[in-house]
Structure formats: structure tokens, C-alpha cells
């Protein structure tokens, strides 16, 4: 919501930027083809499903301990800001690798 507020877009419209979106098309880039999407947006699910779990167990763990629910909570913000960079880098990267591929055949 922060980078589409940033860059003046309304933050409910969707874009191709949204976490499962990049974790889906790294999918795709890496491992498979963009015509296995039947596979890879499930997949992509998967993937980001712990880090979805893991901060709503944590909640209810540490319910009674503020302070540490805090920290749990500033940890998973820096969690999934590090993987969402990363995804974005290493899609950008994937695509690159393979736009040189076609681009020498």
C-alpha cells in the first residue's frame, strides 16, 4: 500500500507488483512456463502461506506479552520486505537470463 500510495496509483486497484503476483511469476521465470500458470499461482500460494500463518500464531502466543508481540510483529516487517525484494530482484534477474537466451537463439 506504501509503494502504491508513493507513486500516486489508487491502493485497491490491483498491479502486477502485489507479493503473489512476484512469487508466481518467479515461479514461472525459474522453474517453469508462463503456460503452467494452473501450476504455478497454487504453488506461489503455498509458498507465501507460512509467512501469513506464522504472524497470526505468534499473535495469539505472545497475547499476553506486548513487548515481545512487538518485536515479533517489526520481525515479520522486515521479513517480508527483505523477501519482497529479493523476489523482485531475482524475478528481474531470471527475466534477463532468459530474454538472452531467446535473444541468442
Not at 31 to 60: D, E, H, K, Q, Y
Amino acid at each position: 500500500m506504501l509503494r502504491r500510495k508513493r507513486s500516486g496509483k489508487p491502493i485497491g486497484q490491483p498491479d502486477r507488483l502485489h507479493f503473489h503476483q512476484t512469487v508466481m511469476r518467479l515461479l514461472e521465470i525459474q522453474f517453469f512456463t508462463r503456460s503452467r500458470r494452473n501450476l504455478t499461482n497454487p504453488l506461489g500460494t503455498l509458498i507465501i502461506l507460512p509467512m501469513a500463518i506464522a504472524p497470526m500464531v505468534l499473535a495469539v502466543v505472545f497475547k499476553t506479552q506486548t513487548g515481545v508481540a512487538f518485536i515479533a510483529f517489526w520481525g515479520f516487517v522486515a521479513l517480508f520486505a527483505v523477501a519482497y525484494r529479493w523476489a523482485l530482484r531475482r524475478g528481474g534477474q531470471a527475466a534477463n537470463r532468459t530474454s538472452r537466451k531467446f535473444e541468442q537463439s
